[in-house]
């Protein structure tokens, strides 16, 4: 069976948290990772009430240095530190990260015991033998990154073909996860018989941006698409003037990268009582349209 990418939405409000949305973050699980991206204010409360443990987490991507990404950070860094955290902790973001972080850390003035790492990113900024992120500048006023999670195709062995090969695990059966053939006792078996490609997933992430020709290239194929939707579209110029998207951008954005799902979030507190505007002027462009809610999980 296939590992799952899970997606838990901590926060899908727009720049004022509501009795409803707690402003943006969402948690990324894959295997062993988990990787936290934004830290809006009451994020660890919501990893409380999503049952999520905050010292799993070694990875932090911040799109921007905006409060309502942002203001949970110091509260969060805090509780890791006052719950015995003894991992390497890497802060990834956009540029003057570090410098923020330095004076976030001078400002809030706790005792930790664990290290914090923190990297500028752009591109291709961390790989490892089944997964890489990736990070895109946006347009946004200040420097402000999209992220891409990008699972890469995998080559499974059919234990039930290996069952009745008869071939023993070990060194062997690693050469076959390459794609080679092996011999064994002296019989041929080819990795084409005892093998199944498990294609890659992508999960793309763009909060805080306005429209622009990078976007598209970026998320193009995403398996989930992950985008921010603070406008509808009759206020598509107050959207442009606030450096946001519009419900209809980003199924535009959706549709244009052939994307097979789009999740809006980042939802402006004026439609709280009219979420079905957002939604339905996305799905009216791009059918496979949902929105968030906080503590809301998808998998793939």
Not at 6 to 34: C, D, H, M, V, W
Not at 64 to 88: E, M, Q, R, V
Not at 242 to 266: C, D, F, G, Y
Request: net charge positive.
């Amino acid at each position: 069976m296939a590992s799952e990418i899970k997606i838990t939405f901590l926060g899908t409000a727009g720049q004022i948290p509501s009795a409803q949305r707690n402003t943006n973050s969402l948690l990324l699980n894959y295997k062993g990772e988990n990787i936290l991206i934004d830290c809006g204010e009451g994020t660890q409360r919501q990893f409380r009430k999503a049952k999520l443990n905050p010292c799993k987490v070694d990875k932090i991507l911040i799109t921007h240095w905006h409060g309502d990404h942002i203001f949970g950070l110091p509260g969060f860094l805090s509780t890791l530190a006052l719950s015995g955290y003894n991992k390497k902790l890497i802060i990834y973001g956009p540029k003057r990260t570090e410098i923020f972080v330095k004076e976030l850390l001078k400002v809030f003035n706790f005792e930790r015991k664990y290290e914090i790492e923190v990297k500028e990113v752009s591109g291709k900024f961390f790989e490892t033998d089944e997964f890489f992120l990736e990070a895109k500048l946006m347009e946004h006023g200040i420097p402000c990154n999209a992220y891409c999670f990008v699972k890469k195709d995998q080559i499974r062995i059919d234990k039930e073909k290996l069952k009745k090969s008869k071939l023993l695990s070990g060194p062997l059966i690693s050469k076959l996860k390459q794609g080679k053939n092996i011999s064994y006792e002296g019989k041929k078996y080819f990795a084409k018989d005892l093998t199944y490609l498990e294609k890659g997933k992508k999960v793309s992430f763009v909060f805080d941006t306005r429209l622009n020709k990078r976007i598209v290239p970026f998320v193009e194929n995403s398996d989930l698409l992950i985008c921010e939707s603070s406008y509808e579209a009759e206020l598509i110029e107050q959207a442009k003037e606030h450096l946001h998207l519009t419900s209809v951008q980003a199924a535009e954005i959706a549709k244009k990268s052939k994307s097979k799902k789009l999740i809006l979030t980042h939802i402006s507190q004026r439609y709280d009582k009219n979420l079905n505007k957002i939604l339905d002027e996305s799905k009216a462009v791009f059918k496979n349209s949902e929105l968030a809610k906080d503590l809301d999980c998808f998998e793939i």
